[in-house]
């Protein structure tokens, strides 16, 4: 069952929030446990917040549409930088989600719970004229628009979540350098209309945190990855549960790594393993000694 939701009995949900999985590096033992996890749990609904590929290749988006659409549970996509065709760039300008098409109807989609939507919001663009190379965010007026404008929908009352792939920190604290544009105004908006919190991926390990605005607290959940690209956490995934106004979250992993241990202290600037002083790294601390492929 995909797309969204018709309504369920109340009482606590469980999402199950998957992110970078990246078919063409995946870790198949990762992505064969998750999907275990995923058929024998059943949760109420998958979030998956991007980079389901490695480079956008045919072959990477035909694995991942076929072990997406194996999932008999509500599920919502949202697209990651690496899913933009790379290397053509005709495709990248002027058909950037040609090859989704197995599994359009759950890109971007809203999924409605039980008084809980879960709300997309497009952090990916084909070119960003404010810099280059164009793998951090960017959320356009146009992207910000559409999502406040789903929200301001939902019945009074209803929780919301959203969903994107790259998190909303605007600038890194310890040198000012420019991560995801119009970061601060989205989390600001977002923070004025309540919002539970904004699940992400792009940075390949997992976090849990709460980012003051103008507007009041907006907390921040990261999902780690399911790939061989990791940062400073073995492979991973969320799972959250809501009850009430309550939101928890455990980072689930297969070496049994407490979610403490595996959530990083602030958001760094990509999924680049940490080398430099300041760098945030997780209390597991799986730094790979060689960085991971990048192709």
Known sequence: M??????????????????DIHFGLEDRRAIAWAKECIE?????????????????????????CEWITALDVPVTVEVGNHDIPYFNLYQRFFAPYRRFRAIESLVESQ???PNLAIVPLRTTTRAQYQRFPWSNGWVTERALAHCLEAID??????RVLVAAHHPLTERRERDNKLLTINGTKTMEALAGRKVMAIL???????????????????RMVGAGTLSRR??????????????????????????????????????????????????????????????????
């Open 111 to 113: 999924l409605d719970l």
């Open 2 to 19: 995909h797309g969204k939701v018709s309504q369920m009995p109340c009482g606590p949900i469980r999402l199950f929030h998957l992110s």
């Open 40 to 64: 024998g749990e059943r949760p109420d609904a998958v979030a998956i917040t991007g980079d389901l590929t490695m480079r956008a290749r045919s072959r990477e988006f035909k694995a991942a």
């Open 230 to 295: 990791i940062r400073s956490t073995p492979p991973s995934f969320n799972e959250i549960i809501i009850d009430g106004d309550d939101l928890r979250v455990e980072a689930r992993n297969l070496e049994h790594v407490a979610t403490p241990a595996m959530q990083i202290p602030e958001v760094p600037e990509n999924a680049l393993p940490p080398r430099e002083p300041g760098d945030p790294v997780s209390p597991v601390g799986t730094v790979p000694s060689v960085d991971p492929p990048v192709n």
């Open 200 to 218: 992400s991926g792009h940075i390949h390990d997992p976090f849990d945190l709460v980012a003051q605005t103008s507007a009041g607290p907006l």
């Open 153 to 158: 929908a939902q019945p009074e009352g209803t």
